[in-house]
Structure formats: C-alpha cells, structure tokens
C-alpha cells in the first residue's frame, strides 16, 4: 500500500484522482469521517486499486418465426419488441393495429368516465374519440364580448409614453380607463346601449327595471351610450351637440331622417328643453333635481305613498314627474310625439352607436366631462393607479364631478388610517378592495351596493386597460 503527504492546496478527490482509486475507499483506508477536513501535512495511505466488475451483457436472440405469426394476440407492450425483428411491412401493421388499440382504449376511457358505465368485454369502442357537448353561448353574452373587442381595437394601439416618474396620462390613456368604467354602465350594443327608462319603471310586481327611491315617480328618460348619458340630467343634450359637431351631415340624416328640423328639435328637447310641451311647466328642467327638492315634503310623502301602495291605487301618470327635457317629441311629419326610448327614436339612437365618428365623440365627451375635472384633486391626493382613477371617474358619472360621491375614495382612505396623498399604489388597491367588499358602509362612511359592484368590476379589469405602470402626475391635464 502506498502512502502520500498531504500538500498545500489538495483535497481529498484530487488526491483520490491522482492515484485512481475510489474517494470513498480513499477515506475508509484512512477512518476519515468528513472528506472536507483534512490537513495540510498529514500522511494518507492509499489503497489498491479495485477494477469494477462489469456487468454481464444481455444477448438478444430473435424471435422464432412461429411466434411472429402470433403477434396478433400479443399485449401491446410487446408489439414494440416484435418489430425491431420484421421487416418494414409487419412493422407498419403492428403500429398501425397499435395506433387502433390506444384510440379505443381512450374512447372507452371517455365513455366510462362521461357516461358512468362499466366497460364490458363484448363491448365494441367507436374508433374516434367522441366531441364533448359545447355549451350554449347565449347572443348577448356574443354582443358584449364584441363590444369589448372593439374597444380594445380601438384604444389599445398606442404605445405607453413613459417619462421619469411613471407614464404619461395621454389622451388616449385617459379613454381606456373611460373605457374600462364603460364596462360596469353599457350592455351588449355597446356604444348604442340604452336603458328605456328603467328607474321609472322600477322592480316592484316582478318587473325589470331599476329600483331607486323615485321608481314609479319620477321620469329620468333615455340612457344612451357607453357611459349611459341620461335625457333628464341634460348630459344626452350635450352628447348630441358633440355629435353634431363630429358629423353634421350624418347626424341630420340619422337623427333627423334627412329634416334637419327633427334633429335640431331633438337638440332642443335634450338640452333647454320644451317647456311647451310639458303637462306640469310648474316642473323645472330636471324631474330628479325637482323630486330632490320635494321629496321629504308632504307632497314627496304623499307621491311615495301612491307609488309604493300595496292596495291596489297607483300614482295617476298626471302626477308622474318628468323634466321639461323628458318629453315626447314627434320623429317625423305625421308622426305623433313619443318617447326618446320608443320606436323610430330608439332605432335612429341605436343606428347611431354604430357609427365610428360618433364612437369617438362618445368618448371625447366622456373624458372632458369626467376625466379632466377630477385630475385636480387626484394629483393632489397623488392618486397614481389606473385602478383607482378609473373608480373615481365612475363617482363622477354617478354622483357629478365635485359630489359627496365624487370624494368616496378619499373618505374610504382616511377611514382606513391611509395616508393622503396616497404614499404607495398598494394603499390605492387597498381602498379599492375596501370598497368592492364593503357590505353598505366602512366605520362612518357609507358605501351603496352599486359602488361596491363597480369596484369589484373595476378590480377585475375585463378590458385589461387598468393593469399598468403608475402614472406621472406632472402629466395630469
């Protein structure tokens, strides 16, 4: 047996390389323990070298003749064995009686566990795997995934503007999140969504409408666009002005049915009104801003009464309150007045949606009327998410731009012990959070169920416009 001094700089697998020997041999000749301490000096012995013993070698002998004919019979895993000995035509008929036998077997598996039936040996497999059953896909659910392309057409094409201290809120930035918040307000038609009056009509005797204090009572008239511009608040008069200015020609022969005298009466009607054609001329411009200013009065009790009464009686339509601009308006010569939201109107409102000019004028408007006027407050309160500048945006349009609502955000935030301005974008997804699951208030601040529904929505970010780098406040304008 050799022995050997240990150097400066050696280690037990180069000693153990050096001498070709086994390191493990190498440590059990010298009762070392740990291989990673050894010491510079100290003598090793080194043992004998040891050959491995080879492993015996498989012969492979071919398989008689008699037993390929029988291949037929043989289980699958042995088909494999068998062509490495036949030529290429027995090859191809086992591979292919192999491919047969791997489809039934998934078929039978498809079958047992879809139809939970027990597999029988007589049983006879289909030699395709049968189509799962598709589901029904209902034409609204088809109409509003279209809408949603279209607005990701639309507005997704231009590239991020980044500066030094985030991106830049551009114009086209500040329509996605208009977009992203026309998510929770449009239905399928997009662009040309309209709600007929659903607050008047209300919930009450299994009806569809939208249940609100003053169902039954007051007349909010027609919804329109992707942001739901209401008739009575004067907002749908403003968009149809924007209109106009996009296209004239096209609006007068949309709106107006080639008279430009019916879509400048239209105008009218949206925007100052048509106090001529009230029943009550006592009622102001607006139905809602008139029952807000009488609705804890006797008179408000009395209308609440007769619009809610279980008894049968109901709220004569002379009583019913609507705006000097919710007024029926005739659509043609020899027409008589109807609602904005009834027949030939509908029609032209809806044809309208469609129309790629008015698309954009749709969402010009919406920005300038709730975008920019919040971005004050929101670079004050360095709100930096498109998630929480999109929510924002939605109070607006809700509650108007420098309302109770408008602030919710804001009061959530302090409610939460957040600091204001926001310090951080995870503070903003908190509030957001906050709110989306608020069951009607956090500690004071009250929270409606409709706010809570648009933030959940919002959070979700079914247009994938919300999810982006923060952005630079020195850019709000």
Same mark, same amino acid.
């Given at each position: 047996?050799?022995?050997?001094?240990?150097?400066?700089?050696?280690?037990?697998?180069?000693?153990?390389? /050096?001498?070709?020997?086994?390191?493990?041999?190498?440590?059990?000749?010298?009762?070392?323990?740990?291989?990673? !301490?050894?010491?510079?000096?100290?003598? %090793?012995?080194?043992?004998?070298?040891?050959?491995?013993?080879?492993?015996?070698?498989?012969?492979?002998?071919?398989?008689?003749?008699?037993?390929?004919?029988? +291949?037929?019979?043989?289980?699958?895993?042995?088909?494999?064995?068998?062509?490495?000995?036949?030529?290429?035509?027995?090859?191809? !008929?086992?591979?292919?009686?192999?491919? +047969?036998?791997?489809?039934?077997?998934?078929?039978?598996?498809?079958?047992?566990?879809?139809?939970?039936?027990?597999?029988?040996?007589?049983?006879?497999?289909?030699?395709?795997?049968?189509?799962?059953?598709?589901?029904?896909?209902?034409?609204?659910?088809?109409?509003?995934?279209?809408?949603? @392309?279209?607005?990701?057409?639309?507005?997704?094409?231009?590239?991020?503007?980044?500066?030094?201290?985030?991106?830049?809120?551009?114009?086209?930035?500040?329509?996605?999140?208009?977009?992203?918040?026309?998510?929770?307000?449009?239905?399928?038609?997009?662009?040309?969504?309209?709600?007929?009056?659903?607050?008047?009509?209300?919930?009450?005797?299994?009806?569809?409408?939208?249940?609100?204090?003053?169902?039954?009572?007051?007349?909010?008239?027609?919804?329109?666009?992707?942001?739901?511009?209401?008739?009575?608040?004067?907002?749908?008069?403003?968009?149809?002005?924007? %209109?106009?200015?996009?296209?004239?020609?096209?609006?007068?022969?949309?709106?107006? +049915?080639?008279?430009?005298?019916?879509?400048?009466?239209?105008?009218?009607?949206?925007?100052?009104?048509?106090?001529?054609?009230?029943?009550?001329?006592?009622?102001?411009?607006?139905?809602?801003?008139?029952?807000?200013?009488?609705?804890?009065?006797?008179?408000?009790?009395?209308?609440?009464?007769?619009?809610?009464?279980?008894?049968?009686?109901?709220?004569?339509?002379?009583?019913?309150?609507?705006?000097?601009?919710?007024?029926?308006?005739?659509?043609?010569?020899?027409?008589?007045?109807?609602?904005?939201?009834?027949?030939?109107? /509908?029609?032209?409102?809806?044809?309208?949606?469609?129309?790629? *000019?008015?698309?954009?004028?749709?969402?010009?408007?919406?920005? /300038?009327?709730?975008?920019?006027?919040?971005?004050?407050?929101?670079?004050?309160?360095?709100?930096?998410?498109?998630?929480?500048?999109?929510?924002?945006?939605?109070?607006?349009?809700?509650?108007?731009?420098?309302?109770?609502?408008?602030?919710?955000?804001?009061?959530?935030? @302090?409610?939460?012990?957040?600091?204001?301005?926001?310090?951080?974008?995870?503070?903003?997804?908190?509030?957001?959070?906050?709110?989306?699951?608020?069951?009607?208030?956090?500690?004071?601040?009250?929270?409606?169920?409709?706010?809570?529904?648009?933030?959940?929505?919002?959070? *979700?970010?079914? %247009?994938?416009?919300?999810?982006?780098? %923060?952005?630079?406040?020195?850019?709000?304008?």
């Amino acid at each position: 047996m050799k022995t050997h001094k240990i150097i400066k700089g050696e280690t037990m697998a180069s000693i153990a390389k /050096r001498f070709s020997v086994d390191i493990a041999d190498l440590a059990s000749a010298n009762n070392i323990t740990d291989i990673n !301490k050894i010491r510079e000096g100290k003598w %090793l012995q080194i043992p004998d070298k040891k050959l491995k013993q080879q492993p015996e070698t498989t012969k492979v002998h071919p398989i008689p003749k008699e037993k390929v004919a029988q +291949a037929d019979e043989k289980p699958i895993s042995e088909l494999w064995e068998d062509t490495l000995f036949r030529g290429r035509e027995i090859a191809e !008929k086992w591979l292919t009686e192999l491919l +047969a036998r791997l489809r039934a077997a998934e078929a039978d598996e498809y079958i047992q566990d879809t139809h939970k039936v027990p597999l029988t040996s007589d049983k006879v497999p289909p030699t395709h795997t049968p189509e799962l059953p598709k589901k029904p896909n209902s034409e609204s659910k088809k109409k509003v995934t279209d809408v949603k @392309k279209v607005l990701k057409e639309k507005l997704g094409k231009e590239p991020h503007v980044l500066t030094f201290n985030g991106v830049r809120l551009t114009e086209n930035e500040k329509k996605q999140i208009l977009a992203s918040v026309a998510t929770c307000e449009m239905n399928s038609d997009g662009f040309g969504s309209i709600n007929s009056d659903q607050e008047f009509v209300g919930r009450k005797n299994g009806k569809k409408g939208i249940e609100t204090t003053y169902s039954r009572i007051v007349h909010i008239g027609l919804s329109y666009g992707v942001i739901q511009y209401t008739q009575d608040s004067g907002s749908l008069g403003d968009l149809l002005k924007c %209109l106009r200015a996009k296209n004239p020609s096209l609006f007068a022969e949309i709106f107006g +049915a080639g008279y430009p005298e019916f879509s400048d009466a239209l105008i009218q009607l949206t925007t100052t009104g048509r106090p001529d054609l009230a029943q009550n001329t006592q009622i102001p411009l607006s139905g809602q801003a008139y029952w807000n200013q009488i609705h804890n009065t006797p008179a408000g009790n009395e209308l609440k009464m007769l619009a809610n009464s279980q008894s049968g009686s109901h709220l004569p339509t002379a009583r019913e309150i609507r705006g000097k601009r919710v007024q029926p308006i005739a659509p043609s010569i020899g027409h008589p007045p109807i609602d904005l939201w009834k027949g030939e109107w /509908r029609d032209r409102f809806l044809s309208a949606g469609k129309v790629v *000019d008015f698309q954009e004028a749709q969402l010009e408007y919406g920005v /300038r009327n709730f975008i920019n006027p919040m971005l004050s407050l929101a670079k004050h309160n360095n709100v930096r998410s498109a998630l929480a500048l999109a929510f924002i945006a939605a109070c607006n349009i809700r509650g108007g731009v420098g309302s109770k609502l408008s602030k919710l955000t804001y009061r959530v935030a @302090k409610e939460l012990g957040l600091a204001l301005p926001f310090v951080s974008s995870e503070d903003e997804l908190a509030c957001m959070q906050a709110i989306a699951e608020a069951h009607g208030s956090i500690g004071a601040v009250s929270v409606h169920e409709d706010e809570s529904r648009r933030a959940k929505r919002l959070i *979700d970010d079914e %247009l994938g416009f919300l999810a982006e780098d %923060l952005y630079d406040i020195s850019t709000y304008a």
